[in-house]
């Protein structure tokens, strides 16, 4: 949530400072346009024109100073919502795999150990799905999900050990 709500706001202050920067220097503004496409090679005598027809369309103008000098797009609103809702649910879903064990088997020694096995086992499924949508290669993918998955695991349980 907080990573998007930062990224729009970014986006509003970048976007406030280009809106200032038309209205007080649009000349340098209009040679940064003039800078922007001879950096794709266009030449003074075809990009004369762009820039002119943006210095009479100052709303294009921002938004080709947004994206062609800044590189911003402008967020959509219900990310930050809609971020924080994601993770929520996967935190709650992906934290419930590991403790599913301990729900059914009465001594710990044996949940633990059955709770790795679970853990690894969601992890191969997840990593193997992560694979297979991203075009990667999902048994690659798998392993390598599991592994860093266990090192992570490992990584906490010898933590938690070490201040008990």
Do not use: C
Not at 11 to 21: F, T
Not at 72 to 98: F, N, W
Not at 128 to 149: C, D, E, H, M, W
Request: proline share 6%.
């Amino acid at each position: 949530y907080l990573a998007a709500k930062s990224e729009a706001d970014h986006y509003a202050r970048e976007l406030k400072r280009e809106q200032e920067e038309i209205i007080t220097v649009p000349d340098t503004e209009a040679a940064e346009v003039a800078g922007i496409l001879a950096d794709y090679g266009i030449e003074p005598h075809e990009y004369g024109p762009v820039v002119n027809a943006l210095r009479k369309k100052p709303q294009a103008w921002l938004e080709f100073m947004m994206k062609f000098e800044l590189g911003l797009e402008k967020p959509d609103p219900r990310r930050a919502l809609h971020s924080a809702l994601t993770i929520a649910i996967a935190y709650v879903l992906g934290g419930m795999v590991p403790l599913i064990p301990y729900m059914f088997i009465p001594r710990a020694t044996d949940a633990v150990l059955a709770s790795v096995a679970v853990t690894l086992v969601a992890l191969l499924i997840f990593g193997y799905a992560k694979g297979y949508f991203t075009g990667n290669k999902p048994v690659k993918s798998a392993l390598q999900t599991a592994f860093i998955g266990a090192i992570a695991s490992a990584a906490a349980f010898g933590m938690a050990k070490a201040v008990a």
